[in-house]
């Protein structure tokens, strides 16, 4: 797999609305929103029909509420407000901000998770059927529509790798030099990138037809995190790094010895490891780093690359 083919998650996110707005089209509902899940929880990706104010802030563990529950495997059927308050899961944890005009509320829903393959990715909710611009109700057909709308989907996701791959994961990519000495290192934070649930890659991973060079910026431009390896202060990856800085993309710069870090990069934070000591310290530190870039960059979905470097320094190990 070629990073260059993964979608970027504004891509990503508008095939998201697309879906949303497919499944208003097809059961004449009203509104309709996509839950991913994130590690234990389930967090609103897209919506379409309602306010978006909550997307990437919505959230539920399993099981908790109605859309927890619908994450966990089950099927929401309802047509009216008072069945839906009487769901024994049921909740209401957002409702008043997703619908804050008071004039609106949610009186009839279908929920279904989605499934690719045998797994669950997440769950899809559609709300409020109109028909000739009157208050209907949804039909088991609608239910059934839904389903295989959502199966065709999948088998189609499943037949495209790069949206496989790239489903809810992020891209780290790797900047250093490609010698011997450092594979130790890029292990490493292949490892980290793996706990972590992202996909890690190097420019010199895949053959290149063309320039080298076009190559790496289009992977940096793609990629969510970057990782550089300042160590020897290799003329490569400082200007490849410099690229990185200058469209914003967040970035973890790793040393053996904090001297090597050039003084115009004094202001950046620094990850500063032992070579001759086990490794394990600076895979739970990229971790961490990792998972606070995810949380900084889901909280600012339309603003991807555009947060500030990491900024916290760590001590020689």
């Known amino acids: 797999m070629k990073i260059q083919d993964i979608p970027t998650y504004q891509e990503f996110y508008n095939l998201l609305e697309i879906i949303c707005k497919s499944a208003v089209e097809l059961l004449h509902a009203s509104a309709s929103s996509i839950y991913l899940k994130e590690g234990d929880e389930v967090v609103m990706h897209a919506a379409y029909g309602y306010s978006e104010n909550l997307i990437h802030i919505a959230r539920y563990n399993l099981g908790e509420g109605i859309t927890g ?3 966990e495997g089950n ?3 309802a047509n009216s407000k008072k069945e839906i308050s009487k769901h024994g899961h049921h909740l209401g944890k957002y409702d008043r901000e997703i619908w804050k005009n008071g004039d609106t509320d949610c009186y009839s829903i279908i929920g279904v998770p989605l499934h690719i393959g045998n797994d669950i990715y997440g769950l899809i909710k559609v709300e409020n059927k109109i028909e000739d611009g ?3 109700k949804f039909i088991e057909e609608d239910l059934e529509r839904l389903k295989i709308f959502l ?3 999948s088998n189609a996701i499943q037949q495209n790798k790069e949206i496989m791959s790239a489903l809810g994961k992020f891209i780290v990519f790797v900047l250093m030099p490609f010698k011997d000495e450092y594979s130790n290192v890029y292990d490493c934070i292949i490892q980290a990138a793996e706990k972590a649930d992202m996909i890690c890659a190097r420019a010199d991973e895949e053959p290149t037809i063309g320039k080298i060079s076009t190559k790496i910026y289009d992977s940096i431009s793609k990629a969510d995190i970057i990782v550089s390896l300042m160590t020897e202060r290799n003329p490569n990856v400082f200007y490849e790094t410099g690229y990185a800085h200058a469209i914003n993309k967040p970035t973890i710069h790793l040393a053996e010895d904090a001297s090597e870090i050039p003084f115009n990069l004094k202001d950046y934070g ?4 032992d070579p001759n000591k086990k490794l394990k310290e600076l895979r739970e530190e990229l ?3 990792f998972e606070i870039i995810r949380q900084n960059i889901l909280h600012k979905p339309y603003e991807r690359g555009r947060i500030t470097h990491m900024s916290r ?3 020689n190990r």
């Open 69 to 71: 529950w619908i994450a």
């Open 75 to 77: 099927e929401l059927f």
């Open 134 to 136: 009157i208050c209907s």
């Open 151 to 153: 199966f065709a989907l």
């Open 270 to 273: 620094h990850v500063v490891y």
């Open 287 to 289: 971790v961490k780093y």
């Open 313 to 315: 320094n760590t001590v």
